[in-house]
């Protein structure tokens, strides 16, 4: 058995966990740019054709990664929820519908503040 040195893996642990908080913060920003576009063209906040498309892409790079596809799933899934959550948000600010806690439809900055 390998000598597991349990400080250096948290330590990888660490540095992945920010690395992925990296990611989030562009993908919330992509996405709020989505839904400030979907409330200005009366689009729905989910779209469950994209959803779908989405989970099937999800679902193979997890196989071709030796990733279980359901903790990827069950992962986008919260992910995806937020986003349309925030999505509904600005559909309400846009449509005067607003029941939100104050967000502004300034980029992601406003969605990580909020969370």
Known sequence: MENINLKELRTIIDQIDSEIIQLLSKRFD????????????????????????????IIKLSEETNLNPDYSVEIFRCIMDVAISRHREIQGRVNGTDT????????????????
Do not use: C, P
């Open 100 to 115: 939100s806690t104050g967000h502004s439809e300034e980029g992601a900055d406003s969605l990580t503040r909020s969370l």
């Open 30 to 57: 992509a996405t709020e740019k989505v839904g400030i576009y979907k409330a200005k063209n009366n689009l729905m906040a989910q779209d469950t054709t994209r959803e779908s498309e989405k989970f099937e892409k």
